[in-house]
């Protein structure tokens, strides 16, 4: 049986139940637990698997997976679950309850492993009761992390940026076009005293997931970091294409919404009629919506990669200037962003031959990183670390976006669908949560 079928027979099976009770069947390598409105308490047993996710399961109180083989643990808009059970699995290497702020218990006894050492508790109850390996270090208190989040088309070296920022090899590179990031993972260090966490999600343009599909998986990414993010590292290797642009619009207006949610709908929605009338936007509204984007662009760090000479300032900038001159559109996405970078981050996974890697210029290449590295970081440290973009409770913003969403859908589909310049203004999908503007 494949994965998506996997997958979907257990989706099937279980997806209106209250409680859901499995001893020793294969569901596939990777179980997602989504949208399970119904859901109130989970029990796993003997379950061969490497990674559990349950998302957006609003009555889930209790989960018990112990006794499982899970490498990956992660529990994402699930508010109010109060007990975990996790113990008896040797294999587990992260735990992320990173938004249970309900929950009060959590037992991961006798799951000592070399690489599981660090439990993030800070978002949980002051009060909560833990069972845990007497060598894992648990964070109780709220840490100044800086959260960089990481977003691109696939094959825009995404995930390899990821690994040269965290200076780690656990985000899963590639050569070829097919994305090896099928959810977000997150990883945590440390420079100059500064602690970071860098957090990289499915790649836009994946070909084997729906638009839809990998919109929520960025939404999943975002929500994981309740405490805020400090930049998004928008990804790119050349110039913008149509999908980059895209994905670039739709995550500016998700950070909109988020922040303006109260008076956002009444522009938006000016500005959608003065178009479709022929109307012109008055010098007032210009300036209005000219202050909101700019607060929130302040947050979006472009990351140009695979450009060999990003140590000579004058060809990141010629470079700069050309990816400008490329349409209007570009050159104001790149205008309005807080700055753009230009990095190299050359594979150092070289095989010449079956067996054989040419250890002379995977050695040149891993110094073309450490540099990358330090030109990225020096560029992030000049940021405020005060300033983080908070993000809203998921109960209170969801219904915001869809209010959104029903109206463009009711009242502009036609315009949008004979209108070109709607077209590049909004995009709509009875299917996705995402605004283009």
Known sequence: MTKKKDQNVFNNKYSNDETIEIVGSSYGDHLKIENFTNLKRIKLKKLKIISLKIINCSQLIELDCSNTTIEELSLNLCPNITKLKCSNNNKLI?????????????????????????????????????NH?????????????????????????????????????????SNYTNSQTNNFKKKYFERKGTKYCVVDTVGFSHTNLTTKVVLDKIIEGIYSMPDGICQVLFVVDGGFTAEEMNLFLSIKNFMLINN?????????????????????????????????????????????????????????????RKMCEE???????????????????PPIDIIIEEGKNDDGQVKINENVRTKSREKLLKNLETIRQERYFKLKSWDELYPEIVKYMEYMSEELSEEVKNNPELQLLVQISPETHCLIL
């Open 133 to 173: 390996p007497p060598n894992l270090v648990i964070i109780r208190e709220k840490e100044d992390i800086r959260n960089l989040f990481v977003v691109g088309r696939t094959g825009s070296g995404k995930s390899t940026l990821c690994n040269v920022l965290a200076g780690t090899d656990e985000f899963k590179e």
């Open 94 to 130: 992260n735990i992320d309850v990173s938004n249970c702020s309900k929950l009060e218990f959590l037992d991961c006894s006798n799951c000592s492993n070399s690489k599981f050492t660090r439990l993030d508790l800070s978002n949980c109850p002051k009060s909560i009761k833990t």
């Open 327 to 345: 349409n209007k559109i570009t050159d104001k996405i790149i205008k309005s962003c807080r700055d753009i970078i230009h990095v190299d981050n």
């Open 260 to 320: 303006s949610s109260r008076n956002i709908f009444a522009k938006m929605s000016t500005k959608l009629n003065n178009l479709k009338n022929n109307n012109k936007c008055d010098s007032k509204e210009l300036k209005e919506n000219s202050s909101i984007d700019r607060n929130v662009l302040d947050y979006i760090t472009i990351v140009r990669t695979k450009f060999t000479n990003f140590r000579n300032n004058k060809e990141c900038e010629t470079d700069k």
